[in-house]
C-alpha cells in the first residue's frame, strides 16, 4: 500500500469525523510519510508500520467518542463511546459490553425502585379512587414513608449515576489505550 492509497482508506474510514479534524489527522499521517521518505524508507513500508487504516480510525473515532463524553455526558454519547470502544476488538464485545449492560441494569433498577416509592403515595390515591372500599391509612403512612425513602434514593441514584459514568468513561480509555498498545507510561 502506498502513501495515497493509505491516505484515502483513512479518509474514507473516518468519514463520522468533521472534516477538520480529518484533514488535522491526515496532515499527521503526511507528516509520518514526509519523515519516513527522508530516513530512505519506501511508502511502503512507512505504510506497513503504521498499521492498517481502517485500525487506525477505529482507534481514533473510539477516542474521539471519549472525548466527546467527557465534555458531554449524554446518554447517546456514551452509548457511541461504548460502542466505538467494543468496536475495537473482538476481546471488547465481552470486557466492555458485559460491564456496560450490568452497570445499565444497575442504574435502571435503582432509578426505577427510587421512582416506584416516590409515586407510591399516588399509587395509593389511585387504589382508593379504583376500589374505594379498600382504604387504610396505615396504608397512606406506609406510603408517605417509602415516597421519603424514594426520595433519598433518588438523590443517591443521582450522585451514583455520576460516579458511575465518570468511572465507566475511565474504564473505556483505560480499554481503549490498552487495545491501543498496551499500557505505556508517557
Request: hydrophobic content about 50%; charged content about 15%; some cysteine.
Amino acid at each position: 500500500m502506498n502513501k495515497v492509497q493509505f491516505l484515502n482508506q483513512l479518509d474514507s474510514s473516518l468519514k463520522r469525523l468533521s472534516p477538520n479534524e480529518r484533514k488535522d489527522i491526515l496532515q499527521d499521517y503526511e507528516e509520518h510519510f514526509a519523515v519516513g521518505l527522508e530516513a530512505g524508507k519506501t511508502e511502503e513500508e512507512i505504510a506497513a508500520s503504521l498499521g492498517l487504516p481502517n485500525q487506525i480510525a477505529k482507534e481514533l473515532l473510539a477516542l474521539y467518542h471519549l472525548e466527546k463524553v467527557e465534555t458531554a455526558a449524554t446518554t447517546g454519547n456514551i452509548m457511541r463511546a461504548a460502542w466505538a470502544t467494543i468496536g475495537l476488538s473482538f476481546f471488547n464485545l465481552v470486557i466492555v459490553f458485559g460491564p456496560f449492560i450490568a452497570l445499565v441494569g444497575v442504574i435502571f433498577a435503582g432509578w426505577t425502585a427510587g421512582m416506584a416509592f416516590v409515586a407510591s403515595p399516588l399509587l395509593v390515591l389511585v387504589n382508593t379512587v379504583i376500589n374505594p372500599g379498600t382504604f387504610e391509612l396505615a396504608d397512606l403512612f406506609l406510603s408517605m414513608a417509602l415516597c421519603g425513602i424514594g426520595l433519598f434514593i433518588a438523590i443517591g441514584m443521582f450522585f451514583t449515576t455520576k460516579t458511575v459514568i465518570h468511572l465507566f468513561v475511565r474504564y473505556l480509555k483505560f480499554n481503549a489505550s490498552l487495545v491501543k498498545g498496551g499500557l505505556k507510561h508517557e
